[in-house]
């Protein structure tokens, strides 16, 4: 017997939204911002969520940072996911460097080392979990803007 209000050959769960994709080479940094622009356009297109503009563009720049920094400091590839979590898109990105990144203060005379700091700004959440072989760096980013104009994850 089916529990009240649940149609013959309804999903009891949720069809979970996400692509993963590995990367080698520095080459590949703008393969994995192709990769989440074309996530985010079949968010938008196939399972009808919103994604504002701004989002598009924050989510391929903390693609862009992240991806780099771990083909810049960890051997071998990187991997990414990229998942639509309540009303977000959380972008993870794994290395094998277990050695957590430095986040350094804001400098505006510091030339480069700023990709953790752009990311910290443009996300929600920050969050670095070592795993059993490298780290796991997860950053969540709001899909659609407020309807009151405000940019999408921005909190005053």
């Known amino acids: 017997m089916e529990p009240a209000g649940q149609d013959e050959g309804q999903q009891l769960v949720e069809r979970r939204i996400a692509v993963a994709g590995a990367f080698e080479g520095s080459e590949d940094i703008a393969v994995a911002r192709d990769l989440a622009r074309r996530f985010l356009t079949d968010v938008q ?4 969520l919103p994604v504002s503009a701004r989002a598009m563009s924050m989510v391929q720049l903390a693609v862009s940072e992240l991806v780099t920094n771990a083909r810049k400091y960890a051997p071998g590839p990187c991997l990414l996911t990229l998942e ?3 009303g977000a898109v959380e972008v993870t990105v794994w ?3 277990p050695t957590p990144p430095a986040v ?7 030339i480069g080392q700023h990709g953790l700091e752009i990311v ?12 059993p072989v490298g780290k796991r760096i997860t950053t969540a980013i709001v899909l659609a803007d407020d309807p009151g104009g405000d940019p999408a994850g921005r909190r005053l």
Do not use: C, I, K, W
Request: proline share 7%; aromatic share 4%.
């Open 95 to 97: 290395d094998s460097n």
């Open 120 to 131: 910290m700004a443009v996300g929600q959440s920050f969050a670095v979990h070592r795993e």
């Open 45 to 48: 297109a196939v399972h009808g």
């Open 84 to 86: 639509v979590n309540g």
């Open 104 to 110: 350094l203060a804001p400098d505006p005379t510091r």
